[in-house]
């Protein structure tokens, strides 16, 4: 009786083993196809004038938590929205040392942050000069945010963030950098 248990054991576990390995498998395969998919449509795009392509899951309509949180905005109720989720998604409080009730704010990818609210004072201060409208600054500011917001989940922004970084001295190439992104949408 105990060999019988022992090989069921075996004979269970090997079949566990093999679906693991053909996932495993089938993951690996499918990678390869959608990276050359990736790579065939990001020449067809290089013809245009975006360096990054990121993924963006903001949608038209917010739900209620992100509509109570959000504040009024000269540019918006969108804009607002699109504020209180960048800050949910990059600021972010932890624990100095475990136990201790005093916190630290950390940044995520503080340099996407910092140019995003460089832009948005930028924008503001147009507005106030009268170079802008302020549909036009909500529009462009709305689409700053959105570019923030999917870049939050990339994994390789690295080069989307020293581009600008470097740019730092001028709000106008920030603002260029920013519109070198194509927004695919999942929605």
């Known amino acids: 009786m105990k060999k019988v248990k022992f090989y069921f054991v075996i004979l269970i576990s090997c079949a566990c083993m093999n679906k693991v390995f053909s996932q495993d498998f089938l993951a690996a395969n499918t990678e390869k196809y959608s990276e050359k998919s990736e790579v065939v449509s990001m020449k067809a795009e290089e013809k245009s004038d975006y360096k990054w392509i990121f993924y963006s899951a903001v949608s038209d309509s917010f739900d209620d938590f992100v509509l109570q949180n959000a504040e009024k905005d000269e540019f918006g109720q969108r804009v607002a ?7 949910k998604y990059y600021i ?39 170079n802008l409208t302020r549909q036009q600054a909500a529009n462009e500011l709305a689409f700053v945010l959105e570019v923030a917001i999917a870049a939050i989940d990339e994994s390789n922004t ?25 927004l695919n949408h999942l929605y």
Not at 81 to 87: A, D
Not at 101 to 109: C, G, N, Q, Y
Not at 163 to 175: G, H
């Open 158 to 182: 690295e080069s989307f963030e020293s581009s600008l970084s470097e740019s730092k001295s001028s709000v106008n190439a920030q603002i260029n950098v920013f519109r070198q992104v194509k």
């Open 81 to 87: 929205c699109l504020k209180t989720l960048v800050s």
């Open 92 to 130: 972010c409080k932890e624990e100095i040392v475990p136990g201790d009730p005093t916190m630290r704010t950390v940044i995520r990818k503080p340099d996407i942050y910092n140019s995003a609210r460089k832009v948005e004072k930028h924008l503001k201060k147009e507005v106030k000069k009268g």
